[in-house]
């Protein structure tokens, strides 16, 4: 198969590949809800966990939605779950924060969790992941810096506009063969 024909294939059983920022939105949502609710230092081990739920989340919604999450016929979808075990591998960063610099998590987690959308951006041929990886690191930074006492509110609430933003774009961009 030809790279265009895996990039077809990928698109046709993704079916969108929304589960996953619809997952983040739904995990983000609730960490910028529950860190109203409670201190910064609970806040931040609720944003560890709950972070932690967004795979599984996005498995249940796949199932429902027929979307494929987790192949390992097609190569670019190996490619794209090698992007999240590198994202993941920056858990040997953000653990040393939060036992030394807690105040830095949300935002090591916040862009360090969307870094994998430049490839996915490559993967389809579309610049959504792009978008969607600078939009949310430069905003992450300006709400860090903007709401120093409520970092992990803003931070969340910006990731939670940039799934929005994305989830639109994944929607209604048009899927054609490559």
């Avoid at 895996?6 to 529950?34: C, D, H, Q």
């Avoid at 939060?98 to 870094?115: C, D, Q």
Wanted: neutral net charge.
């Amino acid at each position: 198969m030809t790279l265009d024909d895996y990039r077809n294939e990928f698109e046709k059983s993704s079916n969108r590949s929304v589960s996953m920022p619809i997952a983040g939105t739904i995990v983000w949502g609730l960490v910028a809800l529950l860190s109203t609710q409670f201190n910064e230092n609970i806040s931040v081990y609720i944003l560890l966990f709950a972070t932690g739920g967004i795979f599984p989340i996005a498995l249940i919604i796949a199932k429902i939605r027929k979307e494929n999450l987790v192949s390992s016929s097609n190569p670019l979808a190996k490619l794209m779950g090698l992007c999240i075990l590198m994202v993941n591998l920056l858990w040997a960063v953000h653990i040393p924060l939060l036992l030394n610099v807690p105040e830095f998590v949300p935002l090591s987690l916040g862009i360090g969790l969307g870094l994998h959308w430049v490839v996915y951006s490559w993967i389809i041929n579309h610049p959504v992941g792009i978008i969607h990886a600078v939009l949310r690191s430069i905003l992450i930074v300006v709400a860090w810096y903007l709401f120093p006492n409520d970092g992990l509110l803003a931070i969340s609430c910006v990731i939670v506009l940039t799934y929005l933003i994305s989830i639109y774009q994944m929607l209604t961009r048009s899927v054609h063969s490559i």
